[in-house]
């Protein structure tokens, strides 16, 4: 209807023209219908069905994409390549927890039938241990006593020297004595002053008497040195028997203070240890606490006494054997536990080791530049991919070989641009290829 002749030509389905009712280019409306991408037909320009040409790639079992009938990413259904199983039972996994359990079973059955020699040798172990770090504190005992000794013997000797030495030399010899009490008792500098004297004495938890006297003492010393009046053989056999008294003083109450506060920690450690159930321990710092005890004099052993004999009481009370049995045997049944609950909570937890399909690629390779006469040598990094890796080649200038290695060396009429493509596959069938531009100068 008005068309051909010397109308317009009339529209057909044949014409390469979109005219008439047509939908798309000779398809759609009185022609046949357009091809589509959904319609299950290879039609257009697919290169299969509803995929290629202007659809989308079609797939394949090697483009590393889970795709088509496939039952893993290019394995299973209509590739040739096998899928590994996510999770893949471990064959010895289980002998090996096993031994190991018979092995804490027997230990156990070992444990319980010299259980009497096997805790009195830990007992007895355990105190040598603690008796041997004992020394250390045993050592500075001696310390503070040689001290002592050391300097009495030097007043002595000092004061035997009166009457054979200048007097003033005396005062001087007196004066570095005291100070290197101070230095040696406290540990502080030579070089000190009254107040940083009196700050160390009180951080020794020394009495303020004491402290009041050790420090008059040396500022009285200090001042006869540079007070010619005073400088006479009597004020120096005074200074001297006041030094004596006081450095007698610093290093008995230096020494109680310390046995004291070992004594204490000593029962706090002892307490601690019942609270928590562990008679051994508790016995270990209550014998301690008593070879301290023995050292003190009347006086500090009435402060102890009740403290020491209310240990004793509460060691006495807890019940005979300590609780290591009853951990023996939850170690036990959690061991057992985890072992029969195995075959309970699946591949996850124990006895399975994980596998995942992980597709197999090749790493992108630049433009290699190699040198006629020269070494070449590369290696191709390879990710993903189950079991062993094979590699191709289309080239005669080298061969990669199964660990993935480029190594050749050109020769002069290799000279120039070579295209290479190496193709890597596993023993799943799955592929990739790179493009490699080799430039040889």
């Known amino acids: 209807v008005d068309c051909g002749g010397t109308c317009s030509r009339c529209p057909t389905c044949a014409d390469g023209l979109r005219n008439g009712n047509e939908q798309g280019v000779d398809c759609g409306g009185d022609c046949d219908v357009c091809p589509t991408c959904y319609d299950e037909i290879l039609n257009g320009y697919e290169e299969g069905v509803d995929c290629g040409g202007s659809c989308d790639a079609c797939p394949t079992c090697y483009d590393n994409i889970r795709n088509g009938e496939e039952q893993g990413v290019d394995c299973g259904g209509d590739c040739p390549a096998v899928c590994i199983p996510l999770f893949a039972p471990l064959t010895t996994g289980w002998r090996i927890f096993l031994l190991l359990l018979i092995l804490v079973v027997v230990l156990i059955v070992i444990y319980l039938l010299l259980r009497k020699k096997i805790d009195s040798f830990y007992t007895k172990t355990k105190e040598k241990i603690m008796l041997f770090l004992e020394k250390f504190k045993k050592e500075e005992e001696v310390e503070y006593k040689s001290i002592l000794e050391k300097v ?12 054979k030495e200048k007097t003033k030399e005396l005062f001087d010899d007196l004066l570095y004595i005291l100070k290197g009490f101070f230095t ?12 940083e004297l009196k700050k160390e004495l009180k951080k020794q938890k020394i009495n303020k008497k004491l402290i009041k006297g050790a420090v008059e003492c040396y500022k009285e010393i200090e001042n006869s040195r540079y007070t010619e009046e005073e400088q006479n053989e009597q004020k120096l056999r005074e200074l001297i028997n006041k030094a004596k008294v006081v450095v007698r003083n610093l290093v008995l109450l230096k ?24 008679k051994l321990n508790s016995k270990i710092f209550y014998m ?62 124990t006895g399975f080791v994980v596998f995942e399909n992980q597709p197999l690629q090749m790493e992108n390779i630049s ?75």
């Open 184 to 195: 040696d008792l406290l540990d502080i500098d030579y070089e000190f002053t009254y107040e």
């Open 152 to 163: 009495v013997e030097k007043l002595i000797d000092l004061e035997n020297s009166i009457g």
């Open 367 to 441: 433009t290699q530049y190699a040198v006629v006469g020269e070494r070449y040598y590369s290696e191709l990094n390879i990710y993903g991919g189950m079991g062993k890796i094979t590699f191709f080649d289309d080239t005669e200038l080298f061969e990669v070989s199964n660990e993935g290695v480029i190594d050749f060396i050109p020769k002069e009429e290799q000279r120039g641009l070579h295209k290479i493509v190496v193709i890597v596959e596993d023993e799943g069938m799955s592929r990739d290829h790179k493009l490699i531009k080799f430039r040889i100068e």
């Open 288 to 349: 301690k606490t008593l070879q301290v005890y023995k050292s003190l004099d009347e006086t500090e052993k009435s402060k102890h006494y009740n403290k020491i004999k209310n240990l004793h009481t509460l060691i006495s009370d807890m019940k005979e054997g300590d609780d290591t049995g009853k951990k023996m045997l939850s170690i036990i049944l959690v061991f057992a536990s985890v072992f029969f609950l195995s075959f309970f909570i699946g591949p996850q937890k």
């Open 255 to 278: 020494t109680l203070i310390e046995e004291e506060e070992n004594i204490s920690t000593l029962i706090k450690r002892g307490e601690e240890f019942v609270r928590k159930k562990d």
